[in-house]
């Protein structure tokens, strides 16, 4: 089992900035994928950005050279740097990690951070 633990959401203007934090109960070395989506009522979950074993990334169209994926291994935590933000980017915020292997394989998601920006 994975628990993971969003915070850093709240209230911003456009342009503004916010950093969300996503801690894990487990070494994120163990993780074969980590990555932040969002979601509006009445919308799917969409991916904003991701991080895979290998360093490699991955983001949305619309947030691409705004926001910003990274780890802090000894924290065991993954962060989500929010640049120019924007009316759109208002969501929640959900924190996601893939075990592809092992006892605890599989898709662990938090419960999520609100981000409004008002415009």
């Known amino acids: 089992q994975v628990l993971l633990v969003e915070s850093g959401g709240g209230l911003v203007q456009a342009g503004g900035s916010l950093r969300l934090s996503c801690a894990a109960s487990?070494?994120?070395?163990?993780?074969?994928?980590m990555g932040w989506y969002r979601q509006n009522p009445g919308s799917e979950r969409e991916l904003v950005a991701s991080?895979?074993?290998?360093?490699?990334?991955n983001y949305a169209s619309s947030v691409k050279g705004r926001f910003a994926i990274s780890t802090d291994i000894a924290k065991n935590t993954v962060y989500l740097q929010m640049n120019s933000l924007k009316p759109e980017d208002t969501g929640v915020y959900y924190c996601?990690?893939?075990?592809?292997?092992?006892?605890?394989?599989?898709?662990?998601w938090g419960r999520g951070t609100q981000v409004t920006v008002s415009s």
């Open positions: 487990k070494s994120i070395f163990s993780f074969d994928a």
């Open positions: 996601n990690v893939v075990l592809k292997y092992g006892l605890n394989k599989g898709d662990y």
């Open positions: 991080t895979a074993s290998g360093s490699s990334t």
